[in-house]
């Protein structure tokens, strides 16, 4: 049997895990592009971030943004790089998390990289961003993971891979000190930088990277700054607006535990009704991370929070 991306999504949504409906499948036939912005508010993806791999292949990466219905998305730079022809071994575990590695050969393999990064034609990324912007999906942010560390040069190379990518800023994870370096890259390029709290991030930090560059900005991830704050991050969006990049959105309860949209105490909805109606021109990038249920599997939870996410935006109340 076939199925069109619309009945992919019909499936997720009544509880039917994608990946089997996908097994019994050889094409998505049919499909219009994807379209998950709705009453203004484009609501997008950390991909591949969100599937569970950030070294996912550029075409599956782009297959299940396409599965979903999602238009916009926070991409890592790992895919992008893949496409370009980057050895794997060289961005292999350099995400958050990854251990130690041994120092000799991690530096030769950073010099490596280096090199490599600075040879990559710009012609080829626009090869990349035309691909995706035929398939519907906007990169409106890069995520790259080290970008505090890298050197001057390498900075360079990754705001112009934004760019050429169509981006309208970058993300990285916070550390105060270092936004002030960042910075004035950010400044030289005006292209913002969102910067990216957990829950012990708060206002001050934002704050201080704010005073330290025009281009500074906050990747406000609702979820982590409830657990943290214990409260509302809607007062700091709307006085931060014009620096607010980007959200991420998911749902914590008070005990700073992620859990499925509705099942916590994020005032997810209000936040999203605030971008709907004061046409805050930011995304709402969901952001997955809570267990699967078991029967179930990361694309049809995925595709709940889309839908959680469309009917909170195209309610009225």
Not at 91 to 105: E, K, N, Q
Not at 233 to 257: A, C, G, N, Q, S
Request: proline share 5%; charged share 25%; with cysteine.
């Amino acid at each position: 049997m076939l199925y069109t991306r619309r009945e992919i999504g019909k499936l997720a949504l009544a509880g039917v895990p994608v990946a089997s409906a996908l097994a019994r499948s050889e094409t998505l036939i049919g499909a219009a592009k994807p379209d998950s912005k709705w009453e203004g508010v484009q609501v997008g993806m950390n991909v591949p971030y969100n599937f569970g791999n950030n070294l996912m292949s550029p075409d599956e990466t782009l297959d299940r943004c396409l599965q979903l219905g999602v238009s916009a998305v926070e991409l890592r730079s790992q895919p992008v790089e893949q496409f370009l022809g980057v050895p794997v071994a060289l961005i292999s575990g350099r995400g958050r998390g990854a251990p130690a590695p041994d120092p000799a050969p991690q530096k030769q393999a950073a010099e490596d990289l280096r090199k490599w990064r600075l040879g990559v034609p710009m012609s080829k990324v626009k090869e990349f961003r035309k691909k995706w912007n035929d398939a519907g999906v906007a990169i409106d942010i890069v995520k790259y993971d080290g970008i505090l560390n890298y050197d001057d040069d390498v900075v360079d190379y990754a705001f112009e891979l934004a760019k050429n990518l169509g981006a309208k800023a970058i993300s990285c994870e916070i550390d105060v000190p270092k936004t002030k370096r960042l910075g004035q890259f950010a400044d030289k390029h005006k292209m913002m930088v969102g910067y990216h709290g957990h829950s012990k991030t708060g206002v001050a930090d934002w704050e201080e990277a704010f005073s330290y560059a025009k281009y500074n900005g906050a990747n406000v991830d609702i979820g982590h700054f409830f657990g943290g704050q214990k409260a509302s991050p809607l007062p700091f969006i709307e006085k931060y607006r014009d620096r607010v990049t980007h959200l991420h959105v998911k749902d914590k309860t008070t005990e700073d535990k992620t859990v499925a949209f509705g099942e916590g105490q994020t005032p997810v909805i209000p936040i999203l009704h605030a971008l709907r109606d004061n046409k805050w021109k930011f995304d709402a990038i969901i952001e997955f991370e809570y267990q699967v249920p078991e029967g179930s599997d990361r694309m049809a939870e995925m595709a709940k929070c889309m839908d959680y996410c469309k009917r909170a935006l195209t309610a009225r109340t």
